[in-house]
């Protein structure tokens, strides 16, 4: 059974700091890692979506990193906005034929500004 | 980009009744439609995955009596909280993805339930 873990569960920031969001899952046969944004009471904004052949993404200030065989992702923030502070969650599609996704605990984070 | 609409956002209803909670993929076909549950301050839990024309398959522990789900077009899942107790109470989100495992997944806004 996949299991995913993030650590830290939150982190608090000052502005413009740079920062690294963990995420490990235990069965590293997966099609793909997505993260995910969640802001209170809402649904998720997808951020990145790494294939299972690639290492990283990038999207403007975010840049996600993905090592199969360790069972690790990072999710990057460059230069961090209090518009960022949310929860952040990483997903694992399992490969076996059935698209099933299997969601991380999630990181709460706070940019002060 | 791709759109996901969930509707309604917020509802509130008291013990017995059934609510229904729709989600559209609005520029692109769905052959596939997920459901997951959020209780505060833990993560997604998936609960069925709605497949179109055919019947959902439902996780370990989900009652398939209690939350029905129909995905009759390739543009929208329905999930019926039926005899909703206040247990229910909790944040429903749908997910969709074009076919194939490469697609990424897109998100509804979610739907608070609040049973009385």
């Known amino acids: 059974k996949q299991e995913v873990t993030q650590i830290p569960a939150a982190l608090s920031v000052p502005e413009g700091e740079n920062l690294v969001l963990n995420c490990s899952f235990t069965d590293s046969a997966i099609y793909n890692l997505q993260w995910f944004r969640q802001d209170p009471g809402k649904g998720l904004t997808s951020l990145l979506l790494?294939?299972?052949?690639?290492r990283e993404q990038t999207s403007g200030r975010l840049n996600a990193s993905l090592d199969k065989s360790s069972g690790r992702s990072t999710l990057y923030i460059a230069a961090s906005q209090p518009g960022d502070s949310a929860t952040y969650l990483c997903a694992v599609l399992n490969s076996g034929g059935y698209q099933k996704v299997t969601f991380g605990t999630g990181t709460k984070l706070q940019v002060i500004p | 980009g791709a759109v996901v609409s969930q509707h309604p956002s917020w509802v509130i209803c008291k013990s017995g009744t059934s609510v229904k909670i729709e989600c559209r993929s609005l520029d692109f076909q769905a052959t596939t439609m997920f459901w997951y549950r959020q209780f505060p301050k833990q993560s997604l839990m998936l609960m069925a995955t709605?497949?179109?024309?055919?019947?959902?398959?439902?996780e370990q522990g989900v009652e398939k009596d209690k939350f029905l789900i129909n995905h009759a077009s390739l543009t929208l899942s329905t999930l019926t909280v039926t005899s909703a107790h206040p247990e229910d109470s909790s944040f429903y989100i749908c997910?969709?993805?074009?076919?194939?495992?490469?697609?990424?997944?897109?998100f509804g806004n979610g739907t608070r339930l609040t049973v009385t």
């Open positions: 790494i294939q299972s052949s690639q």
């Open positions: 709605s497949n179109e024309g055919s019947k959902a398959t439902y």
């Open positions: 997910s969709a993805s074009r076919s194939g495992v490469n697609s990424p997944l897109h």
